[in-house]
C-alpha cells in the first residue's frame, strides 16, 4: 500500500507554465472572492446602522458631537438659507435621468454654517445652461439626517473653477464649499452634510439609496470567485496528473 501511495505521488508532474498560470490566478481569485465578503459585510453594517438611525428621536443639531459616528443620525436645526451660494453636486442620476443634488448653505441660528443637500434636479436645457433653483426664502426649521461620506470619492470630471453662481462641483466636501461661499471660520462650519427629509421646506428629489449593491450581490460574486478557484485547482490537477500518465504510456 505504502508502495502504490509512493508510485501514485511520483506520477504528479507538473507543467511550469501551467504552475505559473495558476500560482498567478489562484490567489488572486481568493483575494477577490474575500474582498466580496468583506463588502457584504461593509453593506450590511451600513444598512443596520441606517435602519437603527430610523427608530432614534431627532436631536438639535448643535448638540451634535462630531467626534463620534453621526452618520444617518435625524437632526433638526432652525435658520436660513445663503440663496446666493448655491452648489450644483454634478454626474447625479435619477431614474436615468441626469441631473445635480443643489447644495446650500444654512446659517443656524446658534452661528453654525451647514452644507443642505436639498435633493435632485436635472440638468437645464443643456450643460452650458445651469438649472434655476427655486430659493427658500426666510426662517425656516428643517429635518434632515447627517452624511458621512464612505471611503474617497469617484469623481466623474474635473473640478472648473467659476467667477458666479451657481457653482457646479464634482465632490461634497463641506468646509472647502463653506470657504468657497465666504465662510472661512472653519470651527463654525459643520464638517459633514445633511440631507434633508421629505417633508423639509425646500426639499427635492430625495434619491439616497442607502446602498448601491446589494449584500447578496457581493456574497454571489464571492462564490462565483471561490468556484472559479475551485475550477482552476481541479484542472491544474487533472492536466498535470494526466501529462505523466501519458509519459508513463510511452
Known amino acids: 500500500m505504502i508502495a502504490t ?4 505521488m511520483r506520477r504528479f508532474r507538473a ?3 501551467l504552475t505559473l498560470l495558476t500560482a498567478v490566478l489562484l ?6 472572492g474575500f474582498w466580496q465578503l468583506r463588502r457584504e459585510a461593509e453593506k450590511l453594517e451600513l444598512q443596520a446602522a441606517w435602519d437603527a438611525r430610523q427608530v432614534e428621536t431627532p436631536v438639535a443639531l448643535s448638540t451634535v458631537d462630531t467626534a463620534e459616528d453621526q452618520q444617518y443620525r435625524q437632526v433638526h436645526a432652525r435658520g436660513h438659507f445663503d440663496n446666493t451660494h448655491v452648489f ?3 454626474n447625479r442620476t435619477y431614474q436615468g435621468k441626469v441631473g445635480y443634488e443643489v447644495i446650500v448653505p444654512l446659517m443656524t441660528d446658534e452661528g453654525t454654517v451647514a452644507l443642505v443637500n436639498r435633493g ?5 436645457v443643456s450643460r452650458a445652461e445651469l438649472p434655476l433653483v427655486a430659493p427658500i426664502e426666510g426662517s425656516v426649521m428643517i429635518a434632515a439626517s447627517i452624511y458621512q461620506p464612505v471611503g474617497e470619492a469617484f469623481l466623474l470630471g474635473s473640478e472648473l473653477e467659476t467667477g458666479g453662481w451657481p457653482k457646479v ?3 461634497l466636501d463641506p468646509p472647502r464649499l463653506a470657504a468657497l461661499a465666504g465662510y472661512i471660520d472653519k470651527a463654525k462650519v459643520f464638517p459633514y452634510s445633511l440631507r434633508l427629509s421629505e ?3 425646500g426639499a427635492l428629489i430625495r434619491y439616497w439609496p442607502v446602498i448601491s449593491t446589494t449584500p447578496e450581490k457581493h456574497r ?5 470567485w471561490f468556484l472559479m478557484a475551485t475550477a482552476l485547482l481541479s484542472l491544474y490537477l487533472y492536466y498535470s496528473t494526466r501529462a505523466e500518465s501519458t509519459d508513463n504510456s510511452r
Not at 501511495?5 to 501514485?8: D, I, S
Open 5 to 8: 501511495a509512493y508510485n501514485r
Open 15 to 17: 507543467d511550469w507554465k
Open 27 to 32: 490567489p488572486m481569485m481568493l483575494s477577490l
Open 88 to 90: 450644483l453636486l454634478d
Open 120 to 124: 435632485w434636479q436635472p440638468l437645464g
Open 169 to 171: 462641483i464634482q465632490e
Open 199 to 201: 417633508a423639509a421646506p
Open 220 to 224: 454571489g460574486y464571492a462564490v462565483q
